[in-house]
C-alpha cells in the first residue's frame, strides 16, 4: 500500500517558520514529480509548490514565493517544505503529493497524496 505521511505542522505567529516533512512508503519519492498544496476551510484547494524530477525545476505559487521552498533528501527518500515569514492567510491544512507532472501552472494532477498537517499562523 503507497502512503505519505506529512508532518511539521502546529501553531505559529505571523513572521515565523515552520518545516513541513513528507514522507512515503511502498514508493520511493525520488521517482517521482512531488508537490505540496494545502486547502483552507471553505477555500479551494492550492497547488503551492512542485519539484519536477527530470530536470530538478522547481515551481511556485506567486503569494508563497521568496517566502517556501521545496526541497528533497534523496538518500532519505523525504520532502521538505520549508515556510518562512508564514502569515496568518497561510493557516490551512498542507499536502505532500506525488504527481502525474510538475508544471508551472501548479495544476496538480494528485496521483497519492498524504492526510495532511495543520499549519496555523496567528496574528
Known amino acids: 500500500e503507497v502512503q505519505l505521511v506529512e508532518s511539521g505542522g502546529g501553531l505559529v505567529q505571523a513572521g515565523g517558520s515552520l518545516t513541513l516533512s513528507c514522507a512515503a512508503s511502498?514508493?520511493?519519492?525520488?521517482?517521482?514529480?512531488i508537490g505540496w498544496f494545502r486547502q483552507a476551510p471553505g477555500k479551494a484547494r492550492e497547488g503551492l509548490s512542485c519539484m519536477r524530477r527530470s530536470d530538478g525545476v522547481t515551481y511556485y505559487r506567486d503569494s508563497v514565493k521568496g517566502r517556501f521552498t521545496i526541497s528533497s533528501d534523496n538518500a532519505k527518500e523525504m520532502v521538505f517544505l520549508l515556510m518562512n515569514s508564514l502569515r496568518p492567510e497561510d493557516t490551512a491544512v498542507y499536502y505532500c503529493?506525488?504527481?502525474?507532472?510538475?508544471?508551472?501552472?501548479?495544476?496538480?494532477?494528485?496521483?497519492?497524496r498524504g492526510q495532511g498537517t495543520l499549519v496555523t499562523v496567528s496574528s
Open positions: 511502498g514508493l520511493s519519492l525520488n521517482d517521482h514529480d
Open positions: 503529493a506525488v504527481l502525474s507532472l510538475c508544471s508551472s501552472s501548479l495544476q496538480f494532477g494528485v496521483e497519492v
